[in-house]
């Protein structure tokens, strides 16, 4: 799978403040699967090809900190420990 789309979705997030309150609105969703479905849903909506799934996958590799590129540590980097903060909510794999 191809983290394109999503480093894609990564770069837009960081240039464009309503998209940010937008997916800043998720914050306080706790269910790790209906979050990365709304991320998802947000990421379609402003014309990436995404999937939960690779939303999922993503988060998780930030937060078991496989190599991501700059920019794509810079968008995820800096939440709480064992996660990954995107906007204003922390990603947490299972088991972190």
């Avoid at 699967?33 to 988060?59: C, F, M």
């Amino acid at each position: 799978m191809s983290t394109q789309h999503i480093e894609n979705f990564q770069a837009q997030i960081k240039k464009d403040a309503k998209l940010q309150e937008q997916l800043n609105t998720l914050s306080g969703e706790k269910d790790r699967k209906v979050l990365t479905q709304k991320i998802a849903e947000v990421g379609r909506s402003h014309g990436h090809s995404i999937t939960p799934d690779e939303v999922d996958s993503y988060l998780k590799s930030a937060v078991k900190g496989r190599e991501l590129s700059d920019e794509a540590l810079k968008s995820v980097a800096g939440g709480a420990k064992g996660g990954a903060k995107v906007g204003s909510w922390t990603y947490s794999a299972p088991g972190c």
